[in-house]
C-alpha cells in the first residue's frame, strides 16, 4: 500500500482495531499471571514472538542481518523491553486491569516530555504543555486515590505501571533516535524480543515458583499473546506507521487507556470508582492535546 497523507477509513479502522486488542492484551496478561509466574511469562512470550517473528521473515524472504553499528542501540532496546514487560506483568499481577491501563498508557506523556529535550523538532507547543499537565494530574490523582472508594491499588504496582510506561517511551526514543531507525520494523521488534526472552527468563527464577495453577486458558491466553498481540499486533502497528502520518497515527493513542478500562470492567468484572474515572478523563483529555497536529501555518 503506498503511504497515505492522512488517515483515511481502513487507517481509522485499523487503529481503533489496534487499540482494542492493546485493552484485550492487558486482560489476557492478568489472567496468564493467575498460572504462571509473572515474569516468567512475559520471558515465555518474547521467546515464542521470536520464533514466529523469524518464521514471518523466513515467510517473506526477509534477511536476519545485523545492520552495521545497530548493536549497543539493539541491546539497550531490547533491555528497555524486558524492564517494560517485567514491570508490566508484575504491575497487573498484584493491580487491577483499570488502574494499570491509566498508569501504563500514559507513555505519550514521558514521551512528549523527554522528546522536547533530546529529539530535534519535538519541541513542545502550547496545547502539548497544556495537556501535559493534565495528564500528569490524571496520573497523580491515580496515585491518590489508593484505598479510597472501590480502588484497592498497591503502592509499587502503581509504580511498576509507570515504570513500564517510561520504558516504553525510551523504546520510542531509541527507535526514533538512535541507528535503529534505519533498519526494518521486524529487526527493531527482533531485537526487542531476543534480548528480553533472555533477560526475563534468566530472571524468573528470583520471583518465585514458575508454575502456579496452570489450565488450558492460561496457556490460551499467552499463546494469544504471542502469536496476536506481539508477533502480528506489532508488526501490523509499525506497518501502519510506515504507511500513515505519524502524528494521525499517536492521534489515536488516547483510545488505548479508554479500551483497556473498558475490558478491564467488562471481562473481569472490576470495580470502577469516581477517582478512576476522573483520573481516565484528565488522561484522556491529556493525550489529545498531545497528540492533536500542528496547523499549518
Known amino acids: 500500500m503506498p503511504p497515505r497523507e492522512s488517515i483515511d477509513a481502513f487507517g481509522a479502522v485499523a487503529l481503533v482495531g489496534f487499540a482494542l486488542l492493546m485493552g484485550l492484551n492487558q486482560v489476557a496478561i492478568k489472567i496468564v499471571g493467575d498460572g504462571l509466574q509473572p515474569v516468567f511469562?512475559?520471558?515465555?512470550?518474547?521467546?515464542?514472538?521470536?520464533?514466529?517473528?523469524?518464521?514471518?521473515?523466513?515467510?517473506?524472504?526477509?534477511?536476519?542481518?545485523?545492520?552495521?553499528?545497530?548493536?549497543?542501540?539493539?541491546?539497550?532496546?531490547?533491555?528497555?523491553?524486558?524492564?517494560?514487560?517485567?514491570?508490566?506483568?508484575?504491575?497487573?499481577?498484584i493491580n487491577n486491569?483499570?488502574?494499570?491501563?491509566?498508569?501504563?498508557?500514559?507513555?505519550?506523556?514521558?514521551l512528549t516530555?523527554?522528546?522536547?529535550?533530546?529529539?530535534?523538532?519535538?519541541?513542545?507547543?502550547?496545547?502539548?504543555?497544556?495537556?501535559?499537565?493534565?495528564?500528569?494530574?490524571?496520573?497523580?490523582?491515580?496515585?491518590?486515590?489508593?484505598g479510597s472508594d472501590l480502588v484497592t491499588g498497591s503502592f509499587w504496582g502503581d509504580l511498576?505501571?509507570?515504570?513500564?510506561?517510561?520504558?516504553?517511551?525510551?523504546?520510542?526514543?531509541?527507535?526514533?533516535?538512535s541507528a535503529l531507525k534505519t533498519v526494518r520494523p521486524e529487526m527493531q521488534l527482533m531485537w526487542q524480543v531476543a534480548v528480553s526472552a533472555a533477560v526475563l527468563l534468566a530472571l524468573a527464577p528470583f520471583f518465585g515458583p514458575l508454575v502456579r495453577d496452570l489450565a488450558p486458558i492460561h496457556v490460551g491466553s499467552l499463546l494469544f499473546q504471542i502469536v496476536v498481540i506481539v508477533s502480528?499486533?506489532?508488526?501490523?502497528?509499525?506497518?501502519?506507521?510506515?504507511?500513515?502520518?505519524?502524528?494521525?497515527?499517536?492521534s489515536f493513542a488516547f483510545l488505548m487507556p479508554l479500551?483497556?478500562?473498558?475490558?478491564?470492567?467488562?471481562?473481569?468484572?472490576?470495580?470502577?470508582?469516581?477517582?478512576?474515572?476522573?483520573?481516565?478523563?484528565?488522561?484522556?483529555?491529556g493525550l489529545v492535546l498531545i497528540n492533536r497536529p500542528r496547523r499549518a501555518r
Open 41 to 93: 511469562a512475559a520471558g515465555l512470550r518474547s521467546l515464542g514472538a521470536m520464533i514466529c517473528i523469524w518464521l514471518w521473515m523466513r515467510f517473506r524472504g526477509l534477511p536476519l542481518k545485523v545492520a552495521p553499528g545497530t548493536v549497543k542501540a539493539g541491546l539497550a532496546i531490547g533491555a528497555l523491553f524486558a524492564i517494560e514487560f517485567l514491570c508490566l506483568f508484575i504491575a497487573l499481577d
Open 97 to 110: 486491569v483499570t488502574r494499570v491501563s491509566v498508569l501504563m498508557y500514559s507513555m505519550p506523556v514521558w
Open 113 to 146: 516530555l523527554i522528546g522536547h529535550w533530546v529529539l530535534p523538532g519535538e519541541r513542545m507547543s502550547l496545547s502539548k504543555a497544556v495537556g501535559l499537565a493534565l495528564a500528569f494530574a490524571g496520573v497523580i490523582v491515580a496515585f491518590a486515590s489508593r
Open 160 to 177: 511498576l505501571a509507570l515504570g513500564a510506561a517510561i520504558s516504553w517511551a525510551g523504546i520510542g526514543l531509541l527507535a526514533k533516535a
Open 232 to 250: 502480528a499486533g506489532y508488526i501490523f502497528w509499525l506497518w501502519l506507521l510506515s504507511i500513515y502520518p505519524a502524528g494521525g497515527v499517536s
Open 259 to 285: 479500551s483497556g478500562f473498558g475490558f478491564g470492567w467488562l471481562l473481569l468484572d472490576e470495580p470502577l470508582s469516581a477517582s478512576l474515572w476522573l483520573s481516565l478523563g484528565l488522561l484522556l483529555v
